[in-house]
């Protein structure tokens, strides 16, 4: 090797030692949300996106059983999670949360929950996180392009995970007519209806299925309907029968107000002793929770 080869491979050596260890590449497929830039010397090791999913966001402060009121919102979810790149100094979970908490709220967002250290809360089971011990988690809510977005943050080994929820209604993939076709071919519907948690108060996003529910009824005016109600094992048996049978009342109540004539509605509930899915799981349990339109 000549003299000069020496030099520029000396040269490029130590050009690669001051520049460090290269940064690692991103998940195939995975790129960050436009609502927040990522921490520095981060990459995204994985990632999950969902047209249509339900997540309950903690709100407030831990009581002494360390756990905080829910907000049960539904919409487009995704889930990114980022890992430091080798060699990096380590961004500290307080740090990771200071920074995402002063981003929304220059965004004119809020800070809904702060949630420190590790294991002193657990995020949900609606997050579907085998681990659910949070670490300097923190709950956002801030608004971009008039859409809602709910956001939690917590800090994992090696980086954090970002959980981003911008809040809209499914869109319904099943025409008036399909309802009526399926509704004298199967002889029921099943709705799922949104209520306020332990309550028969139905949630304005239901608005929309309670219409198309409605307007197949009207669609096949001689049939007589029973609408039943139904929820998960979580609480008594007595308890969850009285529950369903409100929820029922409540249902039928909406769809006489949509024009349904009431002669052709009768209410029933059955509480947990119908389930149609395993209430292990949370997806189970969210299934278990539903109103049915049973023809007469």
């Known amino acids: 090797m000549t003299k000069l080869a020496r030099l520029a491979l000396f040269t490029a050596c130590f050009a690669a030692l001051l520049a460090g260890p290269a940064a690692a590449e991103d998940w195939g497929g995975c790129k960050d949300h436009p609502l927040f830039g990522r921490m520095p010397n981060h990459f995204i090791y994985g990632c999950d996106h969902s047209q249509f999913e339900m997540r309950r966001f903690p709100v407030g402060p831990m009581n002494k059983e360390g756990k905080a009121k829910l907000q049960e919102v539904e919409g ?73 977005y709910w956001v939690f943050v917590n800090a994992v080994n090696e980086g954090y995970k970002l959980y981003i929820l911008a809040v809209g209604e499914m869109q319904q993939d099943v025409s008036v007519n399909e309802l009526v076709e399926k509704l004298n071919k199967d002889g029921f519907l099943t709705l799922y209806i949104n209520f306020d948690t332990g309550k028969a108060t139905i949630k304005p996003d239901s608005d929309k299925t309670l219409d198309d529910a409605a307007a197949a009824l009207k669609a096949a005016p001689s049939l007589k309907v029973e609408v039943g109600g139904h929820t998960d094992n979580v609480g008594t048996p007595q308890a969850n029968e009285k529950l369903s049978g409100e929820r029922a009342q409540a249902v039928m109540a909406a769809l006489v107000k949509r024009g349904v004539a009431a002669n052709r509605l009768t209410a029933k509930g059955y509480g947990q002793s119908s389930p149609i899915a395993d209430n292990r799981s949370e997806d189970g349990r969210a299934k278990n929770r539903r109103v049915e339109l049973v023809k007469k």
């Open 76 to 148: 487009e979810f995704w889930s990114i999670q980022y890992v430091i790149d080798e060699g990096a100094t380590k961004a500290s979970g307080l740090q990771i949360q200071r920074n995402f908490q002063n981003a929304a709220k220059k965004a004119g967002g809020t800070v809904e929950g702060t949630y420190p250290e590790w294991c002193s809360f657990e995020l949900d089971e609606s997050f579907k996180e085998g681990n659910s011990c949070t670490n300097y988690g923190t709950t956002l809510k801030l608004n971009k392009g008039g859409k809602d």
